[in-house]
């Protein structure tokens, strides 16, 4: 990242868009070809990152703006990338929020003190300054921008409700999610009291994101699929409906248009609700039909995916085919391709380039023959 004067904090005179492919694509225009980024596109998987992290913490590294700058500017160096996504993490939130949350080296995210029974939500500051609070990943955003010098668009995002609820009480990641879901279940109140006071931070943290110069926007709605069908509707969907909305409604007062990507993993069952919330754009993994999930959203949004992370350990001529069959079956239009999850640490750069080389390729061929 280039550092030279105190204006890159500064959210304005940011340098003109060169490639806008991944808003019109958002918005379902039509694009020369099928725009391309990965979930975790900067990640350990490059070597440049590795390298860069080595022997620093990884909040205190989500905490510097130039540090989030260079990881999320490092992948776009190596790929043809139609986005950037800024480098930072969902359990920024509740750190905001007063939890005190650690990486644990061969663990991953820990909070020492989860909640464990619904007085432990008078632990939570009920008002967060989200600029004071989350002020480092605006300038993180404002000062990428200005850096990515108008190649690409920048994602901004955060956690969903019920994702995030679900890690203050388990403490970490989980298989069951059994504390959490024990909260749906014998403290309905207070589940909705915890998951009303998230909604409030995040549509904050968002509307923060744009200001500081964020042109989408992605809510990780990661552990839908321990939720069934029933307690999705009740504990996340309507948390997700309302972001949106009022996301929406306040950017519409400033006369600004921008787009939202919803993705809630596994949530199969929740493909039409999902989009008529209010999301331009909803993401799938990679265990939904492209062509299903078409015919299942009627065409009234974009979808973002789906490719199994996985496929990514096949040789490079077998990953072309992959994708080729994903274009067959969502379609050119209205359609952003991706992963259906995040990159993995030990996949490698060289087929990561093939991925995105093959849906340039490929939609570029296909939108020719329309």
Same mark, same amino acid.
């Not at 790929?79 to 080296?105: E, N, W």
């Not at 890690?167 to 279940?185: C, D």
């Given at each position: 990242?280039?550092?030279?004067? &105190? ?85 920024? !939130? ?5 939890? /005190? ?18 007085? /432990? ?7 967060? /300054? ?21 190649? !690409? &668009? ?197 087929? !990561? ?18």
């Amino acid at each position: 990242c280039i550092f030279t004067f &105190p204006g890159h904090y500064l959210p304005k005179d940011f340098p003109q868009l060169q490639n806008d492919t991944f808003l019109r694509a958002a918005r379902g225009e039509e694009t020369q070809h099928v725009p391309v980024w990965c979930m975790r596109q900067a990640g350990r998987y490059l070597p440049e990152f590795r390298e860069s992290r080595a022997g620093k913490d990884f909040f205190e590294t989500c905490r510097s703006p130039e540090a989030c700058c260079e990881l999320t500017l490092q992948p776009l160096r190596r790929f043809p990338f139609d986005a950037a996504i800024i480098f930072s993490d969902i359990l920024v !939130v509740p750190q905001a929020m007063g939890m /005190d949350v650690q990486m644990v080296a061969g663990k991953g995210p820990t909070f020492p003190e989860p909640l464990k029974e619904p007085e /432990d939500l008078q632990r939570l500051r009920v008002k967060v /300054d989200v600029d004071k609070e989350l002020g480092y990943v605006f300038k993180a955003i404002t000062l990428t921008r200005h850096n990515l010098e108008g190649k !690409v &668009p920048l994602i901004g995002f955060t956690g969903a409700p019920w994702t995030l609820m679900s890690y203050m009480i388990e403490g970490g990641g989980s298989t069951t999610h059994a504390k959490a879901k024990r909260w749906l279940y014998r403290h309905p109140e207070a589940s909705h009291m915890l998951l009303r006071m998230l909604t409030d931070v995040i549509v904050e943290y968002l509307l923060g994101q744009v200001a500081a110069g964020a042109q989408a926007l992605q809510v990780f709605e990661s552990h839908a699929g321990i939720l069934g069908p029933v307690e999705f509707k009740e504990f996340s969907l309507p948390y997700l409906r309302d972001i949106a909305r009022r996301v929406k409604d306040k950017l519409k007062e400033a006369g600004q248009d921008v787009p939202m990507i919803a993705f809630a993993k596994d949530a199969h069952y929740a493909l039409e609700d999902l989009s008529q919330s209010h999301y331009e754009v909803v993401g799938l993994d990679w265990t939904i039909d492209p062509r299903s999930a078409r015919e299942r959203t009627g065409g009234k949004i974009s979808l973002q995916g789906n490719m199994d992370p996985c496929a990514l350990y096949a040789p490079k001529d077998r990953i072309s085919e992959t994708v080729k069959k994903m274009l067959e079956g969502f379609g050119t239009r209205g359609y952003i391709a991706n992963l259906g999850h995040g990159l993995y640490p030990d996949m490698d750069p060289e087929n !990561v380039g093939a991925f995105v080389e093959a849906v340039h390729q490929h939609s570029k061929q296909m939108i020719k023959q329309m």
